[in-house]
Nanobody, 125 residues
Framework: QVQLVESGGGLLQAGGSLRLSCAAS????????MGWFRQAPGKGREFVAA????????IYADSVKGRFTVSRDNAKNIVYLQMNSLKPEDTAVYYC??????????????????WGQGTQVTVSS
């Protein structure tokens, strides 16, 4: 099991950029596929992006493709979500998730075992 702590959320205007970080505990971070999900008020948890163990494989939700970039630094045990051209509909609590059994990144939340507490992102129009 790995402990995850997200940071970097905040309040900003539409069109702005923000970078979220997710710091993981432990010495086997490079063994985990990582995902980013979000949940807006009154809605279910939604897939945003995911990255494989080495960082070479990434997948994105259609709603963020071309605007968001997921990356990781295995030496620092951190996964990032760079968010550009933010829209009001990106407002949500953003969560990172990890799973050691995944050989490839997946958009299914149920595939991830470990979750962070989330960080709020609010985009005003």
């Amino acid at each position: 099991q790995v402990q995850l702590v997200e940071s970097g959320g905040g309040l900003l205007q539409a069109g702005g950029s923000l970078r979220l970080s997710c710091a993981a505990s432990g010495r086997t971070f490079s063994s985990y596929s990582m995902g980013w999900f979000r949940q807006a008020p009154g809605k279910g948890r939604e897939f945003v992006a995911a990255i494989g163990r080495s960082g070479s494989a990434t997948i994105y939700a259609d709603s963020v493709k071309g605007r968001f970039t997921v990356s990781r630094d295995n030496a620092k045990n951190i996964v990032y979500l760079q968010m550009n051209s933010l829209k009001p509909e990106d407002t949500a609590v953003y969560y990172c998730a990890a799973d050691r059994t995944l050989s490839f990144p997946t958009p299914r939340a149920s595939n991830y075992r470990d979750w962070g507490q989330g960080t709020q992102v609010t985009v005003s129009s």
